[in-house]
């Protein structure tokens, strides 16, 4: 404020801060963990949140809710399954991802590899990338 020559120049300067980070739309993305057995493992998958090529962080204050629906194909997978169709997760603010995790009932049936498809349906933000 006391300059040792000239005058002080009071005018302000506004600068921009461009967010690099939200260059795409967010996208709320699921991807397969683990596939299920009849002997104990459990089927996982993962919810995520990308800008289509970059991981992001949910940093809007409440969760990020998604309801998982599932194309089975047949109701023998649906029989092997102890979760209620469909299901929802949440992406807690500051956190880039949930996980579902579908318990697998065992049977005695002699069956064949089953299928099931999870598809992401009403997301509370952004866009389903499947």
Do not use: H, M
Request: no cysteine.
């Amino acid at each position: 404020e006391n300059p040792s020559i000239g005058a002080v120049n009071t005018d302000n300067a506004d600068a921009t801060i461009d967010d690099a980070d939200d260059d795409g739309a967010t996208q709320v993305n699921i991807a397969t963990v683990q596939n299920g057995t009849e002997a104990g493992d459990d089927v996982v998958y993962s919810v995520t949140l990308s800008d289509g090529a970059n991981a992001l962080t949910n940093v809007s204050g409440s969760p990020i809710t998604v309801e998982i629906g599932f194309a089975t194909g047949s109701e023998a997978v649906q029989a092997d399954l102890t979760t209620i169709f469909p299901t929802s997760v949440s992406i807690a603010d500051g956190t880039a991802s949930a996980t579902v995790t579908l318990a697998v009932a065992p049977d005695d049936l002699i069956e064949g590899e089953e299928i099931l498809k999870a598809t992401i349906e009403n997301p509370s933000i952004g866009a389903v990338n499947t």
